[in-house]
């Protein structure tokens, strides 16, 4: 069965300083991957997706995310963060017909 | 383009009656899924309709159906309702799994 986890429950960085959020799955295929963002009240908003090609994937509001096979992991990065980046982080997998399944999230705290 | 439209964004009803959800996705995505999302289990995949079909199944009760109408508008309905469906149940939509998913900004619902 597949299956995210997502090992912090919370993260606290400092203003500007570098982001990494880990994420490990398990699924029986080559699968597709994806990072969220939630804002409070708010639904999900789509970060970045793997599916093929090139295991380093950019998305959207400078994060960037690599897909490692052999560690069954696709970890969120940002080389800066701004204090507008805190919010929850949730890591997907899903692949074909396969419902889309979320890790239970990781939330970020930024500290001015 | 209108995004994914979730209503009402609030509901309150009491123990054992019924609530409908309406969820109408981005023109042209014709995949409806639908989420529960709670702090203690995180996003649980409820269901998924395909061009009027229920593709994929989470592990809810019966209570908890569905469906999806022609133009891919989509309800999820939930009967006897209990305290424990209190919840932000999220709509998303996509082209295919591989876009990843649009979601809407949810219905809470409050069971007293």
């Known amino acids: 069965a597949q299956s995210v986890t997502q090992p912090d429950i919370h993260i606290t960085v400092s203003e500007g300083a570098s982001l990494e959020l880990r994420c490990n799955y398990s699924?029986?295929?080559?699968?597709?991957l994806f990072w969220y963002v939630q804002s409070p009240g708010q639904g999900l908003q789509l970060l970045l997706k793997?599916?093929?090609?090139?295991?380093l994937v950019q998305g959207i509001k400078g994060f960037e995310a690599e897909f490692k096979r052999s560690q069954s992991s696709f970890n969120l990065r940002k080389p800066s963060v701004h204090w507008s980046d805190a919010a929850e982080y949730f890591c997907?997998?899903?692949?074909?017909?396969?419902?889309?399944?979320f890790g239970k999230g990781t939330r970020l705290h930024i500290l001015p | 383009k209108a995004g994914v439209t979730q209503t009402p964004r609030y509901l309150i009803k009491t123990r054992g009656q019924q609530v409908t959800l309406s969820c109408s996705p981005i023109?042209?995505?014709?995949?409806v899924s639908w989420y529960q999302q709670t702090p203690g289990q995180g996003l649980q995949f409820l269901f998924e309709?395909?061009?009027?079909?229920?593709?994929n199944k989470g592990n809810f009760p019966g209570r908890f159906s569905g469906r999806q109408f022609s133009n891919s508008r989509s309800e999820m309905n939930v009967s006897t309702l209990e305290l424990g469906d209190s919840a932000l149940y999220l709509c998303?939509?996509?082209?295919?799994?591989?876009?990843?998913?649009?979601f809407g900004s949810g219905t809470r619902l409050t069971v007293v």
């Open positions: 998303a939509s996509s082209q295919s799994q591989g876009y990843g998913y649009t």
């Open positions: 699924y029986g295929a080559t699968p597709y």
């Open positions: 793997y599916f093929s090609g090139d295991t």
């Open positions: 997907a997998v899903g692949a074909g017909d396969d419902k889309i399944i």
């Open positions: 023109s042209g995505h014709r995949s």
């Open positions: 309709y395909f061009s009027e079909t229920q593709r």
